[in-house]
């Protein structure tokens, strides 16, 4: 193998001394330009795996705009959804490693859905970086005001008096409140049938009519109903209670122990990426989680903003794995 020698070893101490010192000066930009922050040379996109308005939209959109104005270049959102959020993440999984593409991620494309789907076409774990968690949202255990549970151990009663009977519907197969009612059913020992729908908008008006008994769902779409009267929240699926409704109870509060499942959503890049890019954006995108304006805006969508980045979202992130993954494998629960 040939060896090529490095320009530097080859100045001598005599032509290193003979060096003009007005070159000096010259090379000064050059060391400034290779110390600065890493910055966007072109248009960024956020690429969001779901349909336009809905949390993971809403999120990503505020986070782009804010990006636009930090890092000097027009951040877009574009809307990849299909198959659980996985068509959208694939997008970026196999994309360029050049941190102008990030990925808007959720609890399914992080986390769940590498148990759920046998045949996934990339390895999350693998294929994308952690960037930073955006923020956080709560299920809720909701029922109809026609009910007769009034809390978590009437429902638990309720379905142990009649194993199978009470439906729970949700979001969709592999969606948080679908795993959230399977993790229900195996810390209390209940039985109880999945109805899956295509988005929440769907499920709603089954459950205000008494179609289905329950659901465990993202809390913010559900507060104008139960504001109304027309729908009752037994819990919140947090470990303390969440801000929006904070007389409500926890399930840990009702006897549930160690049950907590939020929906969250945050910013990943392709694996690839080098580290000062990620580095970057993570400290950007810590940033903007901070800003006032920002924390004001997720709390008006009843998210809890976060600032965690990097190795802390990776120890989230696993975390998760752990807990979902188990909850997937008890479940028996595939999707093509």
């Known amino acids: 193998m040939s060896h090529i020698k490095s320009p530097t070893k080859s100045l001598t101490r005599r032509s290193a001394m003979a060096l003009p010192t007005l070159a000096l ?28 308005g809905g ?15 930090l890092l000097g270049q027009p951040c877009v ?29 959720t609890i399914g494309t992080a986390s769940i ?17 952690s960037v930073a968690l955006a923020n956080l949202v709560v299920n809720a255990v909701v029922v109809p005001a026609e009910s007769p549970a ?10 142990k008096r009649d194993p199978g009977g009470l439906n729970y519907g949700t979001p969709g197969n592999g969606t948080s409140g679908h795993l959230c009612g399977e993790y229900f059913k195996h810390k209390t020992g209940t039985e ?7 988005g929440t908008g769907a499920l709603i008006p089954d459950l205000l009519a008494g179609r289905i008994q329950l659901t465990f769902d993202n ?21 303390e209670r969440w801000f929006t409704l904070p007389e409500v109870p926890t399930v840990i509060e009702q006897g549930v122990t160690d049950f907590e499942a939020v929906a969250w959503f ?33 709390r008006e969508l009843g998210a809890m903003p976060s600032q965690l980045g990097g190795a802390d979202f990776d120890r989230f992130i696993a975390a998760e794995n752990e807990k979902w993954g188990a909850v997937v494998r008890a479940a028996n629960i595939r999707l093509d």
């Open 25 to 52: 000066p010259a090379l000064l930009p050059a060391v400034a330009s290779a110390q600065a922050p890493w910055a966007p040379t072109r248009s960024m996109r956020i690429v969001v795996p779901f349909t336009a």
């Open 55 to 69: 949390a993971t939209d809403v999120t990503a959109r505020v986070v782009a705009e804010r990006l636009t104005h």
């Open 77 to 105: 959102v574009e809307n990849r959804p299909g198959a659980g959020g996985n068509i959208g993440a694939e997008v970026v999984a196999k994309g360029d490693a050049d941190g102008h593409t990030l990925l808007m991620c």
């Open 113 to 129: 859905n590498q148990f759920l789907y046998p045949r996934l076409s990339f390895d999350p774990m693998k294929d994308l970086a």
């Open 150 to 159: 009034r809390s978590i151990q009437d429902l638990i009663a309720l379905a």
């Open 192 to 198: 109880l049938g999945h109805v899956p729908y295509r």
């Open 219 to 239: 809390l913010p779409a559900y507060i104008p109903h139960i504001r109304e009267g027309r729908l009752r929240v037994l819990a919140v699926t947090s470990r």
């Open 266 to 298: 945050g910013l990943q890049v392709q694996a690839r990426t080098p580290r000062a890019i990620v580095d970057r954006l993570t400290a950007v995108a810590q940033e903007i989680c901070r800003e006032p304006a920002t924390v004001a805006k997720f």
